[in-house]
């Protein structure tokens, strides 16, 4: 059973960071795309940036340039590197993992997800 455990998230001011990290278990696909999305209420789920096997990633123009996705070597977990960030940064920040033909940020392909972590960024 895969599991997936989003930790680090919490208040900021505008400006500082944060690094999520996410927890991947019982995923054993070789060929995969792992992204973060976040939310907030009322709002339709939008991708923030996804990573494949081959290290290859993609980011929302939102998000270019202040935010990173990594993994570590051993795959296991994935991380979100968080900078000057904004208060439209805050919302529920979720991982998830897919094994698509193409790594994209729709949110239609990801199969797997975890609980979420809290983002709050004030002015």
């Known amino acids: 059973q895969v599991q997936m455990v989003e930790s680090g998230g919490g208040s900021v001011q505008a400006g500082g960071s944060l690094r999520l990290s996410c927890t991947v278990s019982?995923?054993?696909?070789?060929?995969?795309?792992m992204g973060w999305f976040r939310q907030v209420p009322g709002k339709e789920r939008e991708g923030v940036a996804a990573?494949?096997?081959?290290?290859?990633?993609s980011y929302a123009d939102s998000v270019k340039g202040r935010f990173t996705i990594s993994q570590d070597n051993a795959k296991v977990t994935l991380y979100l590197q968080m900078n000057n960030l904004k208060p439209e940064d805050t919302a529920m920040y979720y991982c998830?993992?897919?094994?698509?033909?193409?790594?994209?940020?729709?949110?239609?392909?990801?199969?797997?997800w975890g609980q979420g972590t809290q983002v709050t960024v004030s002015s």
């Open positions: 019982g995923y054993t696909y070789s060929s995969y795309c």
């Open positions: 998830a993992a897919a094994s698509p033909l193409v790594c994209t940020l729709n949110t239609g392909t990801f199969h797997y």
């Open positions: 990573i494949d096997n081959d290290g290859i990633t």
